[in-house]
């Protein structure tokens, strides 16, 4: 059951910084942490909200780059779902100027997720092919516009027309109606030597189809377990490929990696949405008080992009 409570007020520690939150936004990880799957690292709030936006209240000590009303978004362990929450200062990231509060809370979850495992971990370089399942989610149009402006060739999956229309807008140069179609050999037909990387996050159910997508040397990314958690991997085609399978978490890694993670996006990606070639994909903003109804919006999957909650 979800509820909303009176908590007590988080305080900044040294290194952090207490942002009074304007809007978060719902992740599928707030969904399995609420069925019990995915618990936060021990010792972190058990409050739902992977990502927020709003203003600086308080700093604590060794913080240097804030001070008190700077406009910022920032990356979180939890405790989105809230007025107020403490958060290291290297995870906070400048509200972009031409977007307001709650465009910016849709930004740090999918941002960090694509720019740190398509970009820093599986290098997507200019001119590849990248296969981007559930093309249609917060992860799935910020992985497409990013491909896009970066220069790679952009293929995803889809569950209606609907989507594939909408991810064609936003820069894929084919949209899989997984429903319909084989995504093996459609990505074969943009590309007959297959998808350079792969950002996936079935897990099991697409394990076996994915490595028979992808071009050798190529690079699959598992970041979900949508599909279940145990599959069957067949090596003696992944070894003739020379191609790598890297499953990555981006809540439970230390704080140096998000740190140097956020600095990354900061760097590469924050001037592509200043100047509007990447942009947030809200699909609606609903009250914190009607969590309930934001949680069956994204659980039915019918939306595109994100679902922002506003406190």
Known sequence: ?????????????????????????????????????????????????LECSGTIESIGDDVERWQVGDRVC????????????AVPAGQVLPAPDNLDLVQAAALPEVVCTVWSNVFMVAALQPGEVVLVHGGGGGIGTMAIQL????????ATTVGSPAKAARCQQLGADLAIDYREQDFVEEVR?????????ILDN???????????????????????LQGGATGELDLRTLLG????????????RPLADKAAIVA?????????????????????????????????????????GKVVLTT
């Open 1 to 49: 059951m979800l509820e909303v409570r009176e908590l007590p007020d988080p305080v900044a520690r040294p290194g952090q910084v207490v942002i009074s939150v304007t809007a978060s936004a719902v992740n599928r990880a707030d969904i399995q942490q609420r069925k019990g799957f995915y618990p936060p690292p021990p010792g972190e709030s058990e409050v739902l909200g």
């Open 74 to 85: 920032a990356l979180l362990v939890g405790g989105g779902y809230a007025d107020k929450v």
């Open 147 to 154: 491909a896009h402006v970066l220069g790679a060739r952009v």
């Open 189 to 197: 037909r943009l590309d007959p030597g297959g998808a350079d990387v």
């Open 202 to 224: 079935m897990g099991a159910a697409y394990l076996r189809r994915n490595v028979d997508a992808l071009a050798t040397e190529g690079r699959l990314v598992v970041i979900g």
């Open 241 to 252: 490929k020379r191609g790598a399978v890297i499953a990555t978490g981006l809540r439970s």
């Open 264 to 304: 990354g996006v900061e760097e590469h990606v924050w001037p592509l949405i200043r100047e509007g070639l990447v942009m947030p994909v809200i699909h609606e903003t609903i009250p914190l008080d009607d969590i309930r109804a934001a949680h069956e919006l994204v659980e039915a999957g019918s939306h595109v």
